[in-house]
C-alpha cells in the first residue's frame, strides 16, 4: 500500500463548476499538508499548505485537512480553463527543524476544465 | 514568494557526455535542496538531498556516481549528470524549502540524450 493515495483521474468538469480534489494517506506522523499544481513541462507550483486539521481558504481554492479519517481535499471554486493542470498532493512528518524532511507525494490528478 | 530558479530549462546532449543543472534560491538561503527526476504523466521520484558543505544523501537505486550533486554555497546546488546515456532522458526538478513559502520547486530541467 503507498503511503499516500491519489485518483489519478483524468478530471473533466465543465466551467465553473467546483472541483474536488482528495488524497488519501496511511502515516499518521504526516503533519505537513501541501496541494500543488503542475502545468505541462513545468515545475510544481504551491498552492496551499497547512499544519493542522480543518480548513485554509485563498480565493478561489480550499485545502481541507481531516486527521481522523487520514483524508485531505482540495476544492476550486469557480473553475476556469487555467485551473487545467495536474494537481499533486504532498505531506511530510511534523518538522522540528524546517526543511530536512522529505515530502511524500500523490500520484497527481490531471484535470481538464471545459469552456 | 519564495523563488527557485532553474537552469537550463532544456538541453539535449549526446550519449557520453556530461550535463550540469543548477538550482539558485534567489531570496532565501537553503541548506537542503531536493532533487526529482519526473517521468511522462507520473509523479515526482525523489532521486537525493543536497546538503549545504556535505555530501548529498541519494535515495535508494540512484547512483551516486552517475548523479553528482554538489551543494557548495547556501543558494547554489547543481545537479550534473554524467556519462549520459538515452534513459536518463527525463524532466529533472529542484526544490528548496523556504520557511515563508514552504517548498519551492524550479521550472524543471528537460533533459534529451541522444
Known amino acids: 500500500q503507498k503511503e499516500v493515495e491519489q485518483d489519478p483521474g483524468p478530471l473533466s468538469v465543465p466551467e465553473g463548476a467546483i472541483v474536488s480534489l482528495n488524497c488519501t494517506y496511511s502515516?499518521?506522523?504526516?503533519?505537513?499538508f501541501m496541494w500543488y499544481r503542475q502545468y505541462s513541462r513545468k515545475g510544481p507550483e504551491l498552492l496551499m499548505y497547512?499544519?493542522?486539521?480543518g480548513n485554509k481558504e485563498d480565493g478561489r481554492f480550499t485545502a481541507q485537512v481531516d486527521k481522523s479519517s487520514k483524508y485531505i481535499s482540495l476544492f476550486i471554486r469557480d473553475s476556469q480553463p487555467s485551473d487545467s493542470a495536474t494537481y499533486l498532493c504532498?505531506?511530510?512528518?511534523?518538522?522540528?527543524?524546517?526543511?530536512?524532511?522529505?515530502?511524500?507525494f500523490g500520484t497527481g490528478t490531471r484535470l481538464t476544465i471545459i469552456p | 514568494g519564495a523563488v527557485v530558479s532553474q537552469h537550463p530549462s532544456w538541453v539535449i546532449c549526446k550519449s557520453g557526455t556530461s550535463v550540469k543543472i543548477e538550482c539558485r534560491s534567489l531570496?532565501?538561503?537553503?541548506?537542503?535542496m531536493f532533487w526529482y527526476r519526473q517521468f511522462p504523466k507520473q509523479s515526482l521520484m525523489l532521486m537525493a538531498t543536497?546538503?549545504?558543505?556535505?555530501?548529498?544523501?541519494?535515495e535508494q537505486g540512484v547512483e551516486k556516481d552517475k548523479f553528482l550533486i554538489n551543494h557548495a554555497s547556501l543558494t547554489l546546488s547543481t545537479l550534473t549528470v554524467t556519462s549520459a546515456h538515452p534513459e536518463d532522458s527525463s524532466f529533472y526538478i529542484c526544490?528548496?524549502?523556504?520557511?515563508?513559502?514552504?517548498?519551492?520547486f524550479g521550472s524543471g530541467t528537460r533533459l534529451t540524450v541522444v
Open positions: 502515516n499518521s506522523a504526516f503533519q505537513y
Open positions: 531570496d532565501f538561503q537553503a541548506t537542503t
Open positions: 497547512t499544519y493542522s486539521s
Open positions: 543536497s546538503n549545504e558543505g556535505s555530501k548529498a544523501t541519494y
Open positions: 526544490s528548496g524549502p523556504s520557511i515563508r513559502r514552504g517548498y519551492t
Open positions: 504532498a505531506m511530510s512528518p511534523l518538522i522540528s527543524n524546517f526543511g530536512n524532511e522529505k515530502l511524500t
